[in-house]
């Protein structure tokens, strides 16, 4: 069983914004590294961006400053704050720590219309 679990995507406009949610089923706090990652159809999964058990933040330049990543350990809980969309963030978005530890899970659809 996967111990964490995507939702929040849905289908928005481009310039619209989304919050995904990373909930584990046992402590964050164990997890040094965590990430979400992205699979556009017909490519290859990608980090977008990541946050240590510190706080500190890594992003894909792609979506630099228009993403934030950010972890609530008392609700055991990664999101990521996603703002002006485009298309080609579309994908399924995931979360697994980094590098990556668990089974893939069903991820979270995100569709950007133009």
């Known amino acids: 069983q996967v111990p964490l679990v995507e939702s929040g995507g849905g289908l928005v406009q481009a310039g619209g914004s989304l919050r995904l949610s990373c909930v584990a089923s046992?402590?964050?706090?164990?997890?040094?590294?965590m990430g979400w990652y992205r699979q556009a159809p017909g490519k290859q999964r990608e980090l977008v961006a990541s946050?240590?058990?510190?706080?500190?933040?890594n992003y894909v330049d792609s979506v630099k400053d228009r993403v934030t990543i950010f972890r609530d350990n008392a609700k055991n809980t990664m999101y990521l704050e996603m703002h002006s969309l485009q298309p080609e963030d579309t994908a399924v978005y995931h979360c697994?720590?980094?590098?990556?530890?668990?089974?893939w899970g069903q991820g979270t659809q995100v569709t950007v219309s133009s």
């Open positions: 697994n720590l980094v590098p990556r530890y668990f089974n």
């Open positions: 046992r402590s964050i706090l164990l997890f040094e590294r």
């Open positions: 946050i240590t058990s510190g706080g500190s933040t």
